[in-house]
T-cell receptor, first 114, second 117 residues
Framework: NAGVTQTPKFQVLKTGQSMTLQCAQDMNHEYMSWYRQDPGMGLRLIHY???????DQGEVPNGYNVSRSTTEDFPLRLLSAAPSQTSVYFC?????????????FGEGSRLTVL | AQKITQTQPGMFVQEKEAVTLDCTYD???????LFWYKQPSSGEMIFLIYQGSYDEQNATEGRYSLNFQKARKSANLVISASQLGDSAMYFCAMREYMDTGRRALTFGSGTRLQVQP
């Protein structure tokens, strides 16, 4: 039961470095998304995808890039990390069910940018 | 503008008592879904309960029920017979249409519930 797998779980970067947070799901879910969680602000949507080849911006997309070349994978790229991107990142997926259907979350990736 | 509002940053409840966590939302859509998630200190997100905007009955899942008042745009979570294991952050969320014309889930800022023995 792999579900949604995120790697790495922890990462420390220096300002200006780039990195990719990996997200993979084995449930054949069309919809995938990335959130960041900051204290007092809940989860904010960064980018989401309704299927391979389709990505959209969420509430806080600046500084992040995504691509969706396969149904299984939805990587999140930080091109030039900034301290403001220090956060816990969650990847989540769900099957196409209209308004219903809960999100399946990964375990989160804690990123610190110095 | 904030779409999901949770006005209680923190709540305390005595073990075995019921507690209500507030959630109000703002949308112009007719079709939308409301969710509650639990996040224990270990960090994972756990789905609790779902309410569709067209559902006439309030959703219930075991000790969790959702007090859905559509006219007031509120979707409060009621936890009956609180247990120590209920201590966690609770997030209200709504699935609605984004500016892109596609649906996504947006979250409130959360309420930290502490159950006291």
């Amino acid at each position: 039961n792999a579900g949604v797998t995120q790697t790495p779980k922890f990462q420390v970067l220096k300002t200006g470095q780039s990195m990719t947070l990996q997200c993979a799901q084995d449930m054949n879910h069309e919809y995938m998304s990335w959130y960041r969680q900051d204290p007092g602000m809940g989860l904010r949507l960064i980018h989401y995808s309704v299927g391979a080849g389709i990505t959209d911006q969420g509430e806080v997309p600046n500084g992040y890039n995504v691509s969706r070349s396969t149904t299984e994978d939805f990587p999140l790229r930080l091109l030039s990390a900034a301290p403001s991107q220090t956060s816990v990142y969650f990847c989540a997926s769900r099957p196409p069910t209209g308004v219903a259907g809960e999100l399946f979350f990964g375990e989160g990736s804690r990123l610190t940018v110095l | 503008a904030q779409k999901i509002t949770q006005t209680q940053p923190g709540m305390f409840v005595q073990e075995k008592e019921a507690v209500t966590l507030d959630c109000t939302y703002d949308t112009s859509d007719q079709s939308y879904g409301l969710f509650w998630y639990k996040q224990p200190s270990s960090g994972e997100m756990i789905f609790l309960i779902y309410q569709g905007s067209y559902d006439e009955q309030n959703a219930t899942e075991g000790r969790y029920s959702l007090n859905f008042q559509k006219a007031r745009k509120s979707a409060n979570l009621v936890i009956s017979a609180s247990q120590l294991g209920d201590s966690a952050m609770y997030f209200c969320a709504m699935r609605e249409y984004m500016d892109t014309g596609r649906r996504a889930l947006t979250f409130g800022s959360g309420t930290r519930l502490q159950v006291q023995p």
